[in-house]
C-alpha cells in the first residue's frame, strides 16, 4: 500500500504564508513527479504546482511567483510554501504524486485526502 499524509493547512489571513507538507510512505519503488492540487467549492481541481525527480518545477499562472514548490527525495516529501496568500487562495489542497510500487513494471497516480486552506480576514 501507499499513503500520502498530508499537512500544515489551516486558516490565514489575506497576505500572510503557509506551508504545506506530504509524506508518501509505503511500498515505494521510485517516486517521478510529485504536487499539488488545490479544489474551491463550486470549481474544478486545478494544477498549484509540480515538480519532477530531477527538480523540474511547473506552476499555475495565478500562483507563480508567490508559491514555491520543492522536496526531499530522500524522505519522499513535496513541500508548497505559500507566500502572499490571497482570499481566493482558499481551497483544499491535494497531494499528488506518480510513483512505482515495489513489484510493478508501471508507474500510478496517487492522491492525498487533502488539506483546507483558508484566507479570510
Known amino acids: 500500500q501507499v499513503q500520502l499524509v498530508e499537512s500544515g493547512g489551516g486558516l490565514v489571513q489575506p497576505g500572510g504564508s503557509l506551508r504545506l507538507s506530504c509524506a508518501a510512505s509505503?511500498?515505494?519503488?521510485?517516486?517521478?513527479?510529485m504536487g499539488w492540487y488545490r479544489q474551491a467549492p463550486g470549481k474544478e481541481r486545478e494544477l498549484v504546482a509540480t515538480?519532477?525527480?530531477?527538480?523540474?518545477?511547473n506552476y499555475g499562472d495565478s500562483v507563480k511567483g508567490r508559491f514555491t514548490i520543492s522536496r526531499d527525495n530522500a524522505k519522499n516529501t513535496v513541500y508548497l510554501q505559500m507566500n502572499s496568500l490571497k482570499p481566493e487562495d482558499t481551497a483544499v489542497y491535494y497531494c499528488?504524486?506518480?510513483?512505482?510500487?515495489?513489484?510493478?513494471?508501471?508507474?500510478?497516480?496517487?492522491w492525498g485526502q487533502g488539506t483546507q486552506v483558508t484566507v479570510s480576514s
Open positions: 515538480i519532477t525527480s530531477s527538480g523540474s518545477t
Open positions: 499528488n504524486t506518480i510513483l512505482r510500487r515495489f513489484g510493478w513494471t508501471s508507474f500510478s497516480n496517487y
Open positions: 509505503g511500498s515505494i519503488f521510485s517516486i517521478n513527479a
